[in-house]
């Protein structure tokens, strides 16, 4: 939504595992709250205990455009999915947005926002991303 918590990680995990010479990662949020800013210091923190590096990422708001620009457009939750899809001009493009957790066999297919709870929020979330990230990866490479 803001693209300071949950999306940042994902941009972060998938770029991990991908051919970053052949395959643009990037994120964005739903809302313009935190346009500029640098992802929440939790996520920074759970992407650096994992190795990877995160803080240079600047918050961005979802366009338009990027239905031109990217070929797979994952989202968190189902409010993202409807905001997202909501921006769509045909059938093309709005098949182009799935939940980002449709990749992966588990009990939710959200998300949760971590923004209220404590770190262990950004810890599960991260493990989350990073199974849905692995199959993305395999079918990109």
């Not at 939504?1 to 991908?18: D, F, H, T, W, Y």
């Not at 031109?68 to 993202?80: C, G, H, K, L």
Request: net charge negative; with cysteine; glycine share 6%.
């Amino acid at each position: 939504m803001g693209n300071i918590c949950r999306s940042p990680l994902a941009e972060g995990i998938l770029q991990s595992k991908v051919d970053s010479t052949s395959i643009f990662v990037d994120s964005a949020g739903t809302a313009g709250y935190h346009v500029g800013n640098p992802p929440d210091k939790r996520s920074i923190a759970v992407a650096k205990k994992h190795g990877l590096n995160i803080d240079h990422q600047k918050c961005r708001k979802f366009s338009k455009a990027d239905f031109s620009e990217f070929d797979y457009i994952y989202v968190m939750d189902r409010s993202n999915f409807s905001d997202v899809t909501a921006l769509a001009s045909n059938q093309e493009e709005t098949n182009k947005v799935k939940l980002l957790l449709s990749e992966v066999e588990l009990d939710i297919k959200e998300v949760p926002d971590p923004y209220y709870g404590g770190d262990d929020g950004f810890e599960n979330i991260y493990q989350m991303i990073d199974r849905a990230c692995e199959e993305i990866a395999k079918k990109l490479n």
